[in-house]
């Protein structure tokens, strides 16, 4: 029938002669020969010659029992039932036949061979009535029931079971279809939804087959994240899904229709043996990009992970209530639950060695309690230690970091823009009406839907209008006309780039002139407002992508990544639960668009950002968190508005007097933005003057045929930018000749994108309007969030306090540790600390954020410039600071120094970074230098490294970082790279390699470069550019790296408390509800990949921190680990 395996020991093959009873009946393929050598040893050792010569008596009193193998051959040959089937053959009295395709497929049941035992189980082709059949007729014990089997292929039958188990599954209803008549069902769709059965589901949702066979499970996105689907299918080569423009729903076959759970991005999958064991591991959803992550040998990348008390009760109800005793199912962790959202039946764990010794003992033990007795074999339960999970610690004085805070200003998009109109058709009034409008007398249509309504509404008012030619109505058609263009720009409508607003105006808009007539003036009309523009340009997203690459280096192993090695510490920690990552991001598009490219580079990721920006980027705008409502500017910002104007409204150069009022905290930046004005109402008078000219070029090049059509950046044409520009022209100088200061913004805004992005048509003289409205600019923006101190910690209240209070919280609960997912410490070879634990949180969010927030740090009192040097030089560095521009960061790192005593000051270390975002387009001279990030200072050089520290370190870790010879230079320098700039991130390590113990020079992976203290310039050397390929970036500065998380904690509490009473009331709220929320982690692995990483912090405990020379990846952590991680895993791996 088949034939022994090969390559058992002699002595095994005379015993199986005299009684013929094969062992374990399964081809062996050659690869697999040493693997049976080496257990024919192993048996050799388990079976005693007594044993051998009773076998030879056939003693009737104890025979073999048979577990038979009842399968398709695909399953039952497979690489884990092999190596399983081997194991389980090592149990003395246990042998294993498997049942060939061809008898189970051609031969009656009564033909099948006999056994005790049979595992069984469906897969494609699979006869499963015959099985059922064989059952009746030889009644073995079944390891997995065959009856559940045929309730397990229809998923509408494995949730009614799940959902009467009581186990959490996502809110869902099931649509059946007649295949005659697919019209007659209960599916109501809509744009953003579909309705089953009467229950409603928003997008996203899911689309699953009943059919558990079918994979074709689809995604469906709203229309405010840029619609679409995301197809789901069984994996090919190395996709298992792909995006599809298409919205609406299938529309014939039966469904599941389930509420999409923002997983953010993992599924773990649950392999139970027996209700009391469970082996989970995490891997890349389909859904995010879908694309397979595969490791060298091609299998995909999956990481073992700790299940909850509370998921393992899941896991033992899932096996118990579908009589599966080998069961795989997949979890979702969403909002601090697990649900279930798929039985997969009878599966095992591929490529995990400990898998594969746990389930063929669990197995093993089983078969022998239930049918030892029967048969009359002397067997006792083995005891087993129990497992005991070794955590290995860290030693030296080594930092961990255990949070990242990130504040990002969104990336480079198009000017903002916008129209107002008087309306008065009925149409209109309509339209107000059906969108409720008259409940508050304001409306917002952002909705595709509703969109294409108002542009219905203009097409057949122009069509109207085409026949009359009244000079009233002519000015509505330049108006009408615009918002037609305007609305029908890109041919679609993505809900992330345009908007209409609807305001009631009781008695119409006050006129402006008396000429106009009269009898229109009491009839009530609507204020229509249409905002476009300002979306993240493509620049702006491959800005945000870079950023998010560039920002992996700040995590333990973070160079790993540019040492000709994938391997990179944060992706690791995060494809092994053990990063605890939250995007948040305001609602407005190109917030939210920047936010979800960062992630993409951050976690490695690929293709379209709408499935990511659905999956990772919460948005935030439920609380004012990230949002202001522009509309409402408090009182403090209303007079600060009309100071500044009327100081910038003098027809005079600025006095001393000038300069005292308008900077009082005397910075540099504004200082000399007021040298280049000299007079502002003669600047402005030059900006005017340089618009109109820019205007007359831009209608000369329309005017002529050859460039009439020429398509500028991101698909704008010349009549927009001409509209754009005439707009200004119009808008900045009023009817009497004063200027309207609040367009500087704007002109600095359309100038700036101009020079950037369309400086190929030639236009002349715009390098000066560039110069002026920026030196303007650079007064009006930072000055209109408060002039003295005191107005803008006010102004910055209004706008930053629940922000802050978030952050108190981030950094609150990272020192409280709650349970959060941890990685399974005995799985987890080649994972350097399984224990270490990393929280991150991304506030994504526009300019007033990132000013608020910056003017809290500076003048909210967090220390003291005469008392503390480093933070007096990081407050003239951000003084001299022209401009916030996009993707600013702010950036708060917490380490943790485990020698310190817990309740001591010095256990938590806080450091605050800054970055002002993308470089301008030109001056790069007057840049303003900073420290670098994680300065280190050149006292230090001939200080020894605390040698005890370094070798406990080498000794402690099997997992050794690179071993190399000499430091190599990862950086390719690039010409944009300023030589006299010593970036960011790279700030090594500079005790020289000979200063270290043994094997210790392995720790420093790029060449150090010094700096010197107390001046600001620092000695050239190679800036974070190198390492993150962000040239485009300013590198992040350190502001001050010594500070206790009490000082941080003091200072935020005091700058909240301080603030009005109101804000406490709304902040209670948002407490509650920050803290229902993030009790567990929910961001988990999009990328699997190792860690690599050099990080040992070689500073002389003696030393205050920043004096000290700190490593590259900028994090002192668990000690090293390395991209080689195949050499010999953790001293905890217990089996090869």
């Known amino acids: 029938m088949s034939e022994?395996?090969?390559?058992?020991?002699?002595?095994?093959?005379q015993g199986r002669i005299h009684r013929n009873v094969p062992r374990f009946v399964v081809g062996c393929e050659d690869d697999e020969q040493d693997m049976g050598q080496m257990e024919a040893g192993m048996k050799k050792e388990m079976f005693r010659?007594?044993?051998?010569?009773e076998d030879e008596d056939e003693s009737p009193s104890e025979r073999q029992i048979i577990v038979g193998i009842c399968a398709m051959m695909k399953k039952s040959k497979s690489k884990p039932m092999t190596q399983i089937l081997e194991r389980l053959c090592k149990f003395d009295y246990i042998d294993v036949e498997i049942f060939p395709e061809e008898v189970i497929l051609e031969e009656p049941v009564e033909k099948w061979p006999l056994c005790d035992c049979l595992i069984s189980f469906h897969s494609k082709g699979f006869p499963l009535d015959k099985a059922v059949e064989y059952v009746k007729l030889r009644n073995p014990l079944l390891i997995n029931d065959l009856n559940m089997q045929y309730f397990i292929q229809d998923r509408r039958e494995v949730y009614r079971i799940l959902q009467e188990e009581g186990i959490d599954l996502p809110r869902y209803a099931v649509l059946n279809r007649d295949p005659d008549n697919p019209e007659e069902c209960n599916l109501v769709e809509g744009e953003d939804h579909v309705e089953v059965n009467g229950e409603v589901f928003h997008k996203p949702f899911v689309e699953k087959p009943v059919c558990?066979?079918?994979h074709n499970v689809y995604i469906y996105y709203p229309t405010s994240a840029g619609g679409g689907s995301q197809r789901l299918f069984r994996k090919i080569g190395s996709r298992s899904s792909v995006y599809s423009p298409e919205s609406s729903v299938r529309k014939t076959g039966s469904y599941i229709y389930e509420e999409f759970m923002p997983t953010d991005g993992t599924d773990v999958k649950v392999y139970t043996v027996g209700p009391d064991y469970a082996h989970a591991e995490a891997r890349k959803s389909p859904a995010l990009d879908g694309k397979v992550e595969r490791d060298s040998e091609g299998k995909e990348i999956?990481?073992?992970v700790m299940l909850t008390a509370m998921e393992k009760l899941v896991a033992r109800k899932v096996c118990l209530a579908f009589k599966q005793t080998v069961c795989g199912f997949d979890l979702l962790r969403a909002n601090g639950h697990s649900y279930v959202c798929d039985v997969n039946g009878f599966s095992f764990v591929k490529n995990s060695m400990k898998y594969y010794d746990d389930c063929a003992k669990v197995l093993g033990n089983m078969v022998m309690r239930e049918l030892a007795p029967q048969l009359h074999i002397p067997w006792s339960i083995p005891m087993e230690a129990e497992d005991i999970p070794i955590v290995p610690t860290t030693s030296g004085t080594m930092m961990e970091l255990r949070c990242v805070i990130a504040i990002i200003r969104h990336g480079d998009r198009t000017p903002k823009q916008k129209m107002k109109m008087e309306v008065r058709h009925p149409l209109f009034f309509d339209l107000f009406e059906k969108y409720g409008g008259y409940k508050t007398g304001k409306l917002k249509l952002k909705k595709p839907k509703q969109l294409q309504e108002v542009l219905d509404i203009a097409r057949l008012l122009l069509l109207e209008l085409g026949q009359h030619n009244d000079c009233e109505i002519e000015e509505k058609k330049s108006k009408l006309e615009q918002l037609k263009t305007v609305l029908e720009m890109y041919g679609h409508f993505s809900g992330i780039n345009r908007k209409v607003q609807l305001t009631y105006l009781r008695n119409?808009?006050?006129?402006?002139?008396?000429?106009?007539?009269?009898?229109?003036?009491?009839?009530?009309?609507?204020?229509?407002?249409?905002k476009w523009g300002g979306e993240l340009t493509p620049a702006g997203r491959v800005q945000a992508e870079e950023l998010g690459r560039a920002f992996r280096c700040m995590y333990p192993g973070g160079q790993g990544d540019y040492a000709g090695f994938p391997g990179c510490g944060l992706l690791r920690l995060h494809s092994t639960y053990r990063h605890d990552l939250k995007i948040y991001a305001s609602d407005e598009g190109r917030v939210q668009m920047t936010a979800a490219a960062f992630a993409k580079g951050l976690l490695a990721l690929e293709g379209e950002l709408t499935p990511i920006l659905v999956q990772m980027v919460k948005s935030a705008n439920m609380n004012g968190l990230l949002d202001s409502d522009s509309d409402s500017l408090t009182d403090c910002q209303q007079k600060v508005k009309a100071r500044l104007h009327e100081i910038m409204q003098k027809d005079q150069d600025f006095t001393q007097e000038d300069y005292q009022k308008l900077a009082p905290t005397s910075s540099p930046s504004l200082v000399n933005s007021m040298k280049v004005i000299e007079n502002p109402v003669k600047t402005c008078d030059k900006v005017y003057a340089l618009i109109q000219s820019l205007n007359s070029q831009i209608r000369k090049r329309l005017e002529d045929p050859k460039s009439a059509d020429l398509q500028l950046y991101h698909s704008e044409t010349l009549e927009l930018m001409l509209q754009r520009w005439s707009k200004l022209e119009r808008d900045f100088r009023t009817k009497n000749g004063r200027y309207d200061i609040s367009k500087i913004p704007d002109i600095y805004d359309c100038i700036k994108y101009d020079s950037q992005h369309n400086a190929s048509l030639g236009l002349e003289d715009t390098l000066e309007l560039f110069r002026l409205s920026r030196a303007l600019a650079d007064i009006v923006i930072p000055q209109e969030y408060g002039i003295s101190k005191a107005e803008k910690l006010d102004i910055a209240q209004a706008y930053c306090v629940p922000l802050m209070k978030k952050i108190q919280l981030d950094l609150q609960r990272t020192h409280e540790d709650e349970a959060v997912n941890k990685l399974h410490p005995l799985y987890s070879r080649g994972v350097m600390s399984p224990g270490r634990h990393v929280r991150t949180r991304l506030y994504f969010t526009s300019e007033s954020h990132v000013h608020s927030l910056l003017s809290m740090f500076r003048y909210g009192g967090l220390l003291d410039e005469i008392k503390d040097q480093q933070w007096k030089q990081a407050m003239d560095y951000l003084s001299a600071v022209t401009e916030l521009n996009y993707m600013t960061q702010i950036v708060i790192m917490l380490y943790e120094d485990n020698n310190k005593d817990p309740s001591s000051e010095e256990r938590f270390h806080v450091e605050l970074h800054?970055?002002?975002?993308?470089?301008?387009?030109?001056?790069?001279e007057n840049v303003p230098l900073g420290f670098g990030f994680r300065p280190a200072s050149s006292e230090n050089e001939d200080k020894k490294p605390d040698q005890g520290s370094l070798e406990d370190l080498s000794q402690d870790q099997t997992d050794e970082a690179l071993p190399v010879s000499e430091p190599i230079n990862i950086q390719r320098r690039s010409p944009m790279i300023r030589n006299r700039k010593t970036g960011s991130m790279e700030v090594l390590?500079?005790?020289?390699?000979?200063h270290s113990s043994k094997g210790c020079t392995s720790h420093r992976l790029?060449?150090?470069?010094?700096?010197?203290s107390p001046e600001i310039k620092p000695a050239g050397g190679l800036g974070f550019e190198g390492c993150s390929m962000v040239p485009s970036i300013y590198p992040l500065e350190t502001l001050h790296n010594s500070l206790s998380l009490k000082q941080v904690e003091e200072f935020l509490k005091s700058v909240c408390e301080s603030s009005s009473e109101a804000h406490a009331k709304t902040m209670r709220a948002l407490s509650g509800l920050f803290d229902s929320q993030s009790q567990t982690s929910l961001y988990s692995p999009q990328q699997p990949l190792s860690s690599s990483g050099s990080e040992a912090s070689l500073r002389p405990p003696s030393q205050p921190l920043w004096h000290g020379s700190i490593p590259s990846s900028a994090v002192s952590s668990a000690g090293p680990s390395s991209p080689i991680t195949e050499t010999g895993g953790l001293n905890f791996s217990f089996s090869e």
Request: glycine share 8%; charged share 35%; hydrophobic share 20%.
């Open 508 to 530: 119409g808009q006050p006129k402006a002139s008396s000429e106009e007539e009269d009898f229109k003036k009491d009839a009530p009309s609507l204020l229509l407002v249409l």
């Open 914 to 924: 800054f970055s002002p975002g993308v470089k301008g387009c030109e001056d790069e």
């Open 4 to 13: 022994p395996c090969k390559g058992r020991g002699p002595a095994k093959e």
């Open 989 to 994: 390590s500079e005790t020289s390699p000979t």
């Open 1006 to 1012: 790029f060449q150090s470069c010094s700096r010197q």
């Open 212 to 214: 558990a066979e079918d």
């Open 302 to 304: 999956r990481y073992p």
């Open 49 to 53: 010659e007594e044993d051998m010569e």
